[in-house]
């Protein structure tokens, strides 16, 4: 009896080690169900966990795996009251039929709940091929190995909701749209995410163990302190206590990022800081957006108020009292008037296109269109107008020239804009050609000027909204920078393609290409 109690003990012992040993749970509970076996003198074991009000078998001992699938019968119907007490309907025959069918001599079976802190986790059965009813003594070692088993079981889905836990953390840290950096407390970088990386223009390991003074480089700074001085400050002072700082970071291939950086301190149980962690968030568009912002309110002031002044001084003039004016002179006054009033409209109706392209909604009414009458009535609504200014304006187009599938009044819209835009960027004298050729699926319209051309870099902006190339001509030329963008959203409305090509001093040729048929 001695020796069997001090046996007892061993397994326990080796069950206890193979529980903060070992973390596979299938390797811990065949340690516990060999043990328990063979403690009890029995033949075959198996361990069944609960799903819900199902159980799954787990790990078994002494079976061929041929033959596991046998023991499910003793699985089907089980109840239990709480924790403590498992009712397998008509056992015993199942273990007749089972042992049949198995072709293994078990004529006993034993089974005992597996519980944690009151909640079922699973059963264990020990089969014997010898009669005889199992003592209180083997009850009572089958319960300390089924306890044993329990603890490995809960243990186990800790540690699988913590690893699980830990993946997705990983994940959304790795994939999250702002960049993540992690700090140790004396503000060594621990990790950075690949959105962090990509802002700074590095790989994610190369910057691990620097400080952080050395990854976060200010190029200009906005905010009044960076993590370093505030930090010599006092801060932080609280769990919730965040630092905000903002400015243009230097990346490592020598470019600016606009980037808004907030810092979050992580506390211990007891208080100290654990880590730091920064939530950078690029904040370009924002940037662009104010700066948008402010560009958009300049212009569209300046716009409104000289055709605004311009109505206002001839309307105030020509209703004079003490004048007596002539017909010439009122004929020209309200035909000024009428061309700042036209002005007006033209920049209110730009500034609702340009409010349409950005929903995604500009209408377009498609239909045939015949583009070279079209582009010779620009031609000669602007003629007038390129005179005053000693311009050559000219229209060449083939003989049976393509009609094409599009909206007319967006189409003429175009080529109007190009048109203005020439004469404005022209300086006197010079010509201006509109010239189309047909293809063999799309017709391609060139409009032409001499005139002050543009820089490469001027070039990558022509078609932003509100943008002008900053020269002396620009300068004293009116405008708000809407027509080439609206020009582009228009061709790309008809599936089109838009290309620009100048030089400073040498002109510029924008060249139009559309399709004959839209999709």
Do not use: C
Not at 90 to 114: D, F, H, S, Y
Not at 197 to 211: D, F, I, T
Not at 253 to 275: E, H, M
């Amino acid at each position: 009896m001695l020796q069997r109690l001090i046996r007892q003990q061993d397994y326990l012992l080796d069950i206890t080690q193979a529980l903060t040993a070992k973390l596979s749970l299938n390797d811990v509970l065949r340690s516990i169900l060999r043990s328990a076996t063979e403690m009890l003198g029995g033949q075959a074991g198996l361990i069944a966990l609960a799903n819900g009000e199902t159980f799954t078998l787990r790990a078994s001992y002494g079976i061929n795996p041929a033959v596991l699938h046998l023991f499910a019968p003793l699985l089907a119907g089980v109840t239990h009251t709480g924790a403590e007490t498992v009712v397998i309907p008509e056992v015993g025959r199942k273990l007749q039929m089972i042992a049949q069918a198995a072709g293994i001599p078990l004529r006993q079976v034993v089974a005992l709940p597996m519980a944690v802190s009151g909640e079922l986790v699973g059963i264990v059965f020990i089969f014997r091929e010898y009669g005889g009813a199992f003592s209180r003594n083997d009850m009572r070692v089958l319960q300390s190995f089924a306890s044993q088993a329990a603890i490995a079981v809960h243990n186990a889905r800790l540690y699988e909701q913590i690893v699980a836990e830990k993946q997705r953390l990983d994940a959304i840290l790795r994939h999250s749209g702002d960049g993540i950096m992690i700090l140790t407390p004396d503000h060594t970088v621990e990790s950075i995410n690949l959105a962090l990386a990509k802002m700074l223009a590095v790989l994610p390991e190369s910057v691990q163990g620097n400080a952080h003074a050395e990854v976060i480089r200010w190029a200009k700074r906005q905010t009044s302190s960076t993590l370093e001085e505030a930090v010599l400050n006092g801060w932080p002072l609280g769990e919730y206590h965040d630092l905000y700082v903002e400015g243009d970071l230097q990346r490592t291939d020598g470019t600016t990022l606009s980037v808004g950086i907030t810092y979050a301190p992580l506390f211990d149980a007891d208080g100290k800081l654990r880590n730091t962690v920064a939530n950078v968030r690029d904040i370009t568009r924002f940037r662009e957006a104010e700066e948008a912002k402010s560009i958009f309110i300049s212009i569209v002031s300046h716009e409104l108020r000289t055709p605004v002044s311009l109505i206002k001084g001839y309307a105030d003039t020509l209703r004079r009292d003490d004048v007596d004016w002539d017909r010439a002179a009122l004929i020209n006054g309200l035909q000024i008037i009428d061309e700042e009033a036209d002005r007006l409209a033209e920049l209110i109706d730009n500034l609702l296109d340009i409010s349409r392209m950005q929903a995604g909604m500009l209408p377009m009414r498609f239909g045939p269109v015949a583009l070279d009458r079209v582009a010779k009535g620009a031609v000669e609504k602007f003629s007038t107008q390129a005179a005053a200014h000693n311009i050559t304006l000219t229209a060449h187009f083939p003989e049976g020239f393509p009609t094409i599938e599009g909206d007319e009044q967006r189409l003429g819209q175009v080529i109007r804009n190009l048109l203005s835009n020439a004469i404005k960027y022209s300086p006197e004298g010079g010509n201006i050609s509109v010239e189309g050729e047909g293809l063999t699926n799309a017709v391609r319209i060139t409009v032409s000027d001499e005139g002050i051309g543009m820089s490469a870099e001027q070039q990558a902006h022509a078609f932003d909204r509100f943008y002008r190339a900053d020269n002396a001509l620009t300068r004293k030329t009116e405008g708000a920078g809407l027509g080439l963008a609206i020009v582009h959203s228009i061709v790309e409305a008809h599936h089109g393609i838009i290309t620009l090509d100048s030089a400073p001093g040498e002109g510029t040729s924008v060249t139009v290409t559309m399709p004959l048929s839209q999709p």
